[in-house]
Protein backbone atom coordinates (compact mmCIF):
# COMPACT_ATOMS: atom_id res chain seq x y z
CA UNK A 1 0.00 0.00 0.00
CA UNK A 2 0.79 3.39 -0.75
CA UNK A 3 0.84 6.86 1.48
CA UNK A 4 2.35 10.01 1.44
CA UNK A 5 2.79 12.29 5.14
CA UNK A 6 2.92 15.96 4.53
CA UNK A 7 4.46 16.62 8.30
CA UNK A 8 3.46 20.04 8.20
CA UNK A 9 0.10 21.17 7.59
CA UNK A 10 0.93 25.16 7.49
CA UNK A 11 4.70 26.51 6.74
CA UNK A 12 5.17 30.71 7.49
CA UNK A 13 8.63 31.83 6.47
CA UNK A 14 10.02 35.53 5.70
CA UNK A 15 10.50 37.04 1.93
CA UNK A 16 13.80 36.12 1.02
CA UNK A 17 14.61 33.34 4.02
CA UNK A 18 14.50 29.51 2.58
CA UNK A 19 11.88 27.29 2.25
CA UNK A 20 11.64 23.91 3.56
CA UNK A 21 7.99 21.51 2.86
CA UNK A 22 8.69 17.57 4.20
CA UNK A 23 7.41 14.97 2.80
CA UNK A 24 7.64 11.33 3.98
CA UNK A 25 6.01 8.54 1.76
CA UNK A 26 5.33 5.06 2.13
CA UNK A 27 5.63 2.02 -1.03
CA UNK A 28 5.58 -1.37 -1.75
CA UNK A 29 7.22 -0.31 -5.22
CA UNK A 30 9.43 2.31 -6.48
CA UNK A 31 7.31 5.06 -6.64
CA UNK A 32 7.40 8.03 -8.71
CA UNK A 33 6.98 10.92 -6.80
CA UNK A 34 5.67 14.90 -7.42
CA UNK A 35 4.58 18.07 -5.94
CA UNK A 36 2.56 20.27 -7.09
CA UNK A 37 1.23 24.09 -5.96
CA UNK A 38 -2.09 25.12 -5.91
CA UNK A 39 -2.98 28.74 -5.82
CA UNK A 40 -5.91 30.25 -4.26
CA UNK A 41 -9.16 28.59 -6.82
CA UNK A 42 -6.87 27.39 -9.15
CA UNK A 43 -6.19 24.02 -10.34
CA UNK A 44 -2.60 22.36 -9.59
CA UNK A 45 0.48 22.93 -11.11
CA UNK A 46 3.51 20.52 -11.67
CA UNK A 47 6.56 22.05 -9.56
CA UNK A 48 8.83 18.89 -10.05
CA UNK A 49 8.81 15.42 -10.52
CA UNK A 50 10.67 12.10 -9.81
CA UNK A 51 10.89 9.15 -11.78
CA UNK A 52 13.79 7.45 -11.03
CA UNK A 53 16.48 9.50 -12.65
CA UNK A 54 18.51 11.78 -10.43
CA UNK A 55 18.02 12.00 -6.66
CA UNK A 56 18.06 14.97 -6.99
CA UNK A 57 15.12 17.60 -9.27
CA UNK A 58 15.07 21.05 -10.14
CA UNK A 59 11.74 22.46 -11.00
CA UNK A 60 10.06 25.25 -11.72
CA UNK A 61 10.51 28.87 -9.82
CA UNK A 62 13.50 28.15 -8.05
CA UNK A 63 12.05 24.99 -6.05
CA UNK A 64 13.95 22.00 -5.96
CA UNK A 65 13.87 18.11 -4.16
CA UNK A 66 15.81 15.27 -2.98
CA UNK A 67 14.58 11.74 -3.24
CA UNK A 68 15.94 9.92 -0.38
CA UNK A 69 15.74 6.30 -0.46
CA UNK A 70 16.65 5.13 2.62
CA UNK A 71 14.56 8.04 4.35
CA UNK A 72 11.74 7.44 2.26
CA UNK A 73 11.39 11.66 2.15
CA UNK A 74 11.34 14.26 -0.42
CA UNK A 75 11.57 17.28 0.85
CA UNK A 76 11.24 20.42 -1.44
CA UNK A 77 13.04 23.54 -1.15
CA UNK A 78 13.96 26.72 -2.45
CA UNK A 79 17.00 28.43 -1.06
CA UNK A 80 14.55 32.26 -1.00
CA UNK A 81 10.82 32.44 -0.70
CA UNK A 82 9.13 35.06 -2.63
CA UNK A 83 5.39 36.81 -1.95
CA UNK A 84 4.04 34.76 -4.89
CA UNK A 85 4.98 31.44 -3.59
CA UNK A 86 2.53 31.57 -0.66
CA UNK A 87 0.07 29.14 -1.90
CA UNK A 88 -0.89 25.45 -1.27
CA UNK A 89 1.59 22.44 -1.54
CA UNK A 90 1.27 18.80 -2.42
CA UNK A 91 3.35 15.77 -2.61
CA UNK A 92 1.60 13.08 -4.83
CA UNK A 93 3.31 9.61 -4.81
CA UNK A 94 2.19 7.41 -8.17
CA UNK A 95 2.78 3.59 -9.08
CA UNK A 96 2.13 1.87 -11.70
CA UNK A 97 0.64 -1.52 -10.98
CA UNK A 98 -3.08 -2.58 -12.87
CA UNK A 99 -3.88 1.44 -12.64
CA UNK A 100 -2.75 4.65 -12.18
CA UNK A 101 -2.75 4.79 -8.46
CA UNK A 102 -1.97 8.31 -7.41
CA UNK A 103 -1.89 9.36 -3.44
CA UNK A 104 -2.08 13.00 -2.35
CA UNK A 105 -1.01 14.28 0.66
CA UNK A 106 -2.72 16.59 2.55
CA UNK A 107 -0.77 19.45 1.64
CA UNK A 108 1.21 21.96 3.69
CA UNK A 109 -0.13 26.00 3.46
CA UNK A 110 2.86 28.08 2.67
CA UNK A 111 2.43 31.36 4.00
CA UNK A 112 5.16 33.95 3.27
CA UNK A 113 5.41 37.28 5.30
CA UNK A 114 6.71 40.46 3.62
CA UNK B 1 -2.24 25.64 -26.98
CA UNK B 2 -3.09 22.13 -25.27
CA UNK B 3 -4.93 21.55 -21.52
CA UNK B 4 -7.50 21.00 -19.93
CA UNK B 5 -10.82 23.15 -19.33
CA UNK B 6 -13.48 22.83 -17.37
CA UNK B 7 -16.82 24.39 -17.33
CA UNK B 8 -18.49 26.40 -15.43
CA UNK B 9 -16.15 28.02 -13.21
CA UNK B 10 -19.24 28.44 -10.64
CA UNK B 11 -22.17 26.54 -10.54
CA UNK B 12 -25.04 26.94 -8.38
CA UNK B 13 -27.55 24.19 -7.46
CA UNK B 14 -30.49 23.64 -5.72
CA UNK B 15 -30.98 20.81 -2.96
CA UNK B 16 -32.25 17.66 -5.03
CA UNK B 17 -31.18 19.02 -8.67
CA UNK B 18 -28.37 16.81 -10.79
CA UNK B 19 -25.69 19.09 -12.08
CA UNK B 20 -23.20 17.84 -14.77
CA UNK B 21 -19.67 19.72 -14.57
CA UNK B 22 -17.89 19.37 -17.96
CA UNK B 23 -14.24 18.64 -18.71
CA UNK B 24 -12.41 18.32 -21.68
CA UNK B 25 -8.89 18.45 -22.81
CA UNK B 26 -7.09 18.38 -26.08
CA UNK B 27 -3.37 16.52 -24.65
CA UNK B 28 -4.49 13.32 -26.34
CA UNK B 29 -4.15 11.49 -22.80
CA UNK B 30 -5.70 8.41 -21.98
CA UNK B 31 -6.25 8.52 -18.50
CA UNK B 32 -8.66 11.52 -17.19
CA UNK B 33 -9.90 11.82 -13.16
CA UNK B 34 -12.00 13.55 -10.90
CA UNK B 35 -11.56 14.77 -8.08
CA UNK B 36 -13.03 16.66 -5.06
CA UNK B 37 -11.29 19.17 -2.60
CA UNK B 38 -13.24 20.32 0.27
CA UNK B 39 -11.86 23.37 2.53
CA UNK B 40 -8.56 23.07 3.80
CA UNK B 41 -8.22 19.57 2.99
CA UNK B 42 -6.54 17.26 0.06
CA UNK B 43 -7.78 16.50 -3.10
CA UNK B 44 -10.07 12.75 -3.37
CA UNK B 45 -10.20 10.71 -6.36
CA UNK B 46 -13.96 10.47 -7.08
CA UNK B 47 -13.69 8.51 -10.47
CA UNK B 48 -10.95 7.84 -13.17
CA UNK B 49 -11.03 6.77 -16.42
CA UNK B 50 -7.93 4.55 -18.27
CA UNK B 51 -9.43 4.19 -21.33
CA UNK B 52 -12.85 5.54 -23.36
CA UNK B 53 -16.00 3.58 -22.74
CA UNK B 54 -14.37 2.35 -19.42
CA UNK B 55 -14.19 4.12 -16.18
CA UNK B 56 -13.52 3.13 -12.10
CA UNK B 57 -14.69 4.05 -9.31
CA UNK B 58 -12.08 6.37 -6.97
CA UNK B 59 -12.50 6.12 -2.84
CA UNK B 60 -15.26 8.33 -3.09
CA UNK B 61 -17.67 8.05 -6.18
CA UNK B 62 -20.87 7.62 -4.10
CA UNK B 63 -23.63 10.15 -5.12
CA UNK B 64 -21.70 10.76 -8.81
CA UNK B 65 -21.70 9.34 -12.09
CA UNK B 66 -19.20 9.51 -15.15
CA UNK B 67 -19.11 8.91 -18.55
CA UNK B 68 -16.25 8.59 -20.74
CA UNK B 69 -17.70 8.20 -24.15
CA UNK B 70 -14.98 10.50 -25.92
CA UNK B 71 -10.99 10.59 -25.03
CA UNK B 72 -11.11 14.23 -25.05
CA UNK B 73 -14.38 14.39 -23.13
CA UNK B 74 -14.66 12.97 -19.13
CA UNK B 75 -18.14 15.16 -17.40
CA UNK B 76 -18.97 14.40 -14.33
CA UNK B 77 -22.55 13.66 -12.79
CA UNK B 78 -23.69 15.43 -9.27
CA UNK B 79 -26.97 13.36 -8.09
CA UNK B 80 -29.46 14.38 -5.74
CA UNK B 81 -28.08 11.12 -4.15
CA UNK B 82 -24.65 12.86 -2.65
CA UNK B 83 -25.26 14.39 0.15
CA UNK B 84 -22.65 17.12 0.96
CA UNK B 85 -21.63 18.23 -3.04
CA UNK B 86 -20.61 21.62 -2.41
CA UNK B 87 -17.01 21.57 -2.90
CA UNK B 88 -14.48 22.37 -5.27
CA UNK B 89 -14.01 20.15 -8.36
CA UNK B 90 -11.00 19.10 -10.52
CA UNK B 91 -10.54 17.08 -13.39
CA UNK B 92 -7.58 16.04 -14.82
CA UNK B 93 -5.43 14.08 -17.29
CA UNK B 94 -2.21 11.99 -17.18
CA UNK B 95 -0.24 10.62 -20.70
CA UNK B 96 -0.17 7.09 -22.36
CA UNK B 97 -1.31 3.84 -20.56
CA UNK B 98 1.38 2.09 -19.33
CA UNK B 99 3.23 5.22 -18.46
CA UNK B 100 0.74 6.91 -16.56
CA UNK B 101 2.42 5.50 -13.24
CA UNK B 102 5.94 7.96 -14.71
CA UNK B 103 3.52 10.43 -16.16
CA UNK B 104 2.30 13.56 -13.69
CA UNK B 105 -1.10 14.72 -14.08
CA UNK B 106 -2.68 18.17 -15.65
CA UNK B 107 -5.38 19.54 -13.81
CA UNK B 108 -8.03 21.63 -15.26
CA UNK B 109 -8.52 25.10 -13.38
CA UNK B 110 -11.38 23.75 -11.03
CA UNK B 111 -15.38 24.22 -11.15
CA UNK B 112 -16.90 25.38 -7.29
CA UNK B 113 -20.22 23.82 -6.92
CA UNK B 114 -22.52 25.35 -4.31
CA UNK B 115 -25.59 23.79 -3.07
CA UNK B 116 -28.57 26.42 -2.03
Known amino acids: AQSVTQLDSHVSVSEGTPVLLRCNYS??????LFWYVQHPNKGLQLLLK??????LVKGINGFEAEFKKSETSFHLTKPSAHMSDAAEYFC????????????FGPGTSLSVIP | DGGITQSPKYLFRKEGQNVTLSCEQN?????MYWYRQDPGQGLRLIYY???????QKGDIAEGYSVSREKKESFPLTVTSAQKNPTAFYLC???????????????FGPGTRLTVL
Open chain 2, 92 to 106: ASSGELGTSGKSEQF
Open chain 1, 27 to 32: SSYSPS
Open chain 1, 50 to 55: YTSAAT
Open chain 1, 92 to 103: VVSVWTSYDKVI
Open chain 2, 27 to 31: LNHDA
Open chain 2, 49 to 55: SQIVNDF
